[in-house]
């Protein structure tokens, strides 16, 4: 948030503003964002702007998915009995969901199992074979996992249990000798959307159960899961592009208009997501956000601090009653997550602040935490320090952890450098996980800093504004625009703009623990109007002091007349207090 961590530069990409102007009857800023995403033809902007059914991949354009559905269909000939067995994230939530609903639909004869996360640890093992054999179970298909797991593979065939594999993670150099493997990362498949998460395989995969039984009309199947599919999208933080983003929006259509507004048959709603909906007590509009920061962690929660399975009995409650009380759990679940969290990442930024000069890669040690919160925390530790973060907490047998990256560090590869110290790792560029023996730690910290070739530069963040624009240039309708840009994630960023030398006319903090600012402005335009800072306080606070001298600051809480200039990173948002409309910033950061 500080001007020696951001390094700003404007998108300048040239297009024909006329033509969109007049084609889609927008506004000159919102052609502006779309010639900046590279959306410049009339079809590209119209899918772009526009998202329908229409746009959706066939499911036979997977590779082996039609042959999946073969294997499944000849052994449910044979009355076997199946079990789907998926991740304990929101992710593997749906996709366990999606098709165990999907199988029972068809008639089949199915249940699920969810691992339990400090038990079995992540995705399918040979204790889980032993499991379902013992059950009678004589087909497993696995949803967003399965596809490292050679020696459950082989304890399958041992067991003679069919083993069908569904999955969208990187693949390891040795494929499970599994009956079928559905994987669209697979360098023979080219279905267009590659980067699709675990539940769209998922429902790509329920849809062909369904059609070819006509229990849904050809081309039709994975509509019916359409809000499932959203959600472990955004949850999931794949790419938000192609066919990601239309499954994102269509899905968010569909939880607005079916299970906020109630529209249409009470019948067609999820009784467990519903409950969720009105527990977390979400009211306006469903976003990414909603689903990324308010319906994914109530989900994750479970698998986090307790068993997914409880997420999935909320899915499958067909009492109203029942759903309410697992959505409450769900939600208090959450709310302890969010408390255990708060203090070890207190503990975490306690450590390094008293380090004057801090790794390149952080590697902090949390003995005490539960290991489910180490990869949030990490999370948290590389947006407040700008670089790699490890947390390493105690297990069972040594050190477990899990690392998040920054973009140019390719944490998985990094660490491949170090693999004769880990027991166990595994990830991908920008997160990874691992266990290693308590003696190695300080070596792998040594070893990590010593390969790392980040520099300054690599560790600020990098901020590209859509446009250097004083707020004051933005009328209603292109404010109103900005909600065609949505949902949001990893490849098709909110739009953000910057204005410079913009006049702090008063300061006065707001919200619960007035650790949030709002500002009175004067905009590089000569306009006054508000802006609305949620950031932390203290540390905007003390980077102004900083530049300007206490006593100023002091003055801008008076509302006198400061000599305080601010560069301004910003979202143009509508404010509506007591009846009245007015255009106000959102700060997203501060360049001093």
């Not at 036979?60 to 000849?74: C, F, M, S, Y």
């Not at 602040?353 to 390149?360: A, Q, T, W």
């Not at 491949?416 to 266990?435: E, N, R």
Request: glycine share 8%; charged share 30%; with cysteine.
């Amino acid at each position: 948030m500080s001007s020696k961590n951001e390094i700003w530069s404007v998108c300048n990409k040239s297009g024909d503003f006329s033509f969109i102007m007049n084609s889609f009857g927008v506004t000159a800023s919102t052609a502006r964002l779309l010639i900046n995403r590279g959306k410049t033809t009339r079809e590209d902007i119209r899918e772009y702007l526009y998202p329908d059914e229409s746009m959706l991949y066939p499911q036979n354009g997977i590779r082996n998915l039609t042959e999946a559905a073969d294997v499944i269909d000849k052994k449910l000939s044979s009355h076997s009995r199946v079990r789907v067995i998926g991740d304990y994230d929101a992710d593997g939530i749906m996709s366990t969901f999606i098709l165990t609903d999907a199988l029972n639909r068809i008639g089949a004869e199915a249940d699920f199992y969810i691992p339990d996360r400090l038990k079995d640890g992540y995705g399918l093992n040979p204790a889980m074979i032993d499991m379902a054999a013992d059950a009678g179970v004589d087909l497993i298909i696995t949803c967003d996992n399965g596809i490292a797991a050679t020696e459950a593979a082989l304890k399958a065939k041992e067991k003679g249990i069919t083993l069908v594999v569904t999955d969208h993670h990187e693949l390891p150099e040795m494929l499970p000798e599994a009956d079928v493997i559905v994987d669209p990362k697979h360098p023979d498949d080219t279905y267009p959307c590659k980067n699709i998460c675990g539940a769209v395989v998922a429902a790509k995969l329920a849809a062909e159960l369904l059609e070819r039984r006509g229990l849904v009309q050809k081309g039709t199947g994975s509509l019916k899961y359409l809000e499932f599919m959203a959600i472990a999208t955004i949850c999931d933080v794949v790419p938000m592009e192609s066919e990601n983003r239309t499954i994102a929006s269509l899905g968010l259509k569909i939880l607005n208009e079916r299970y906020l507004s109630l529209k249409g048959n009470r019948t067609d709603l999820n009784k467990g997501l519903k409950a969720l909906i009105d527990v977390c007590e979400i009211k306006g509009k469903i976003s990414d956000y909603t689903i990324g920061f308010v319906i994914g962690p109530c989900l994750n929660a479970t698998g986090r601090l307790d068993l997914a399975s409880t997420a999935m009995r909320l899915l499958t409650s067909k009492n109203e009653e029942e759903a309410l009380g697992l959505a409450r759990e769900c939600k208090e679940l959450n709310e302890a997550r969010k408390d255990m969290t708060l203090k070890e990442t207190e503990k975490a930024f306690d450590m390094l602040d008293s380090i004057s000069d801090l790794d390149r890669v952080l590697v902090v040690e949390l003995p005490e935490c539960h290991e489910s919160l180490a990869g949030i925390i990490a999370g948290r530790i590389r947006e407040k320090y700008l670089r790699p973060a490890f947390v390493l907490t105690k297990g069972k047998e040594g050190m477990k952890g899990s690392g998040r990256s920054i973009p140019g560090y390719n944490m998985f590869e990094e660490m491949q450098k170090c693999a004769d110290l880990f027991t166990k790792f595994g990830g991908h560029p920008m997160a990874a996980g691992l266990s290693l023996p308590e003696e190695s730690v300080k070596t792998f910290r040594k070893r990590m800093n010593e390969n790392c070739t980040l520099t300054e530069d690599d560790m600020k963040k990098k901020v590209l504004l859509d446009a250097k624009a004083a707020v004051s240039c933005f009328d209603e309708k292109g404010i109103e625009e900005l909600d065609l840009f949505s949902p949001f994630g990893q490849g098709n960023p909110a739009p953000i703009f910057g204005d410079t030398n913009v006049s702090l006319l008063r300061l006065r903090r707001i919200g619960k623990n007035n650790n949030w600012l709002k500002m009175t402005v004067r905009d590089s335009r000569g306009a006054v109007s508000e802006a609305v800072c949620f950031k932390d306080a203290d540390e905007v606070i003390k980077n102004i002091e900083e530049k300007y001298g206490p006593a100023q600051v002091e003055l801008a809480f008076a509302g006198g007349n400061t000599d305080i200039k601010l560069n301004i990173s910003y979202v143009p948002e509508i404010n509506e207090y007591n009846g009245a409309r007015s255009i106000q910033m959102k700060i997203q950061g501060f360049l001093f």
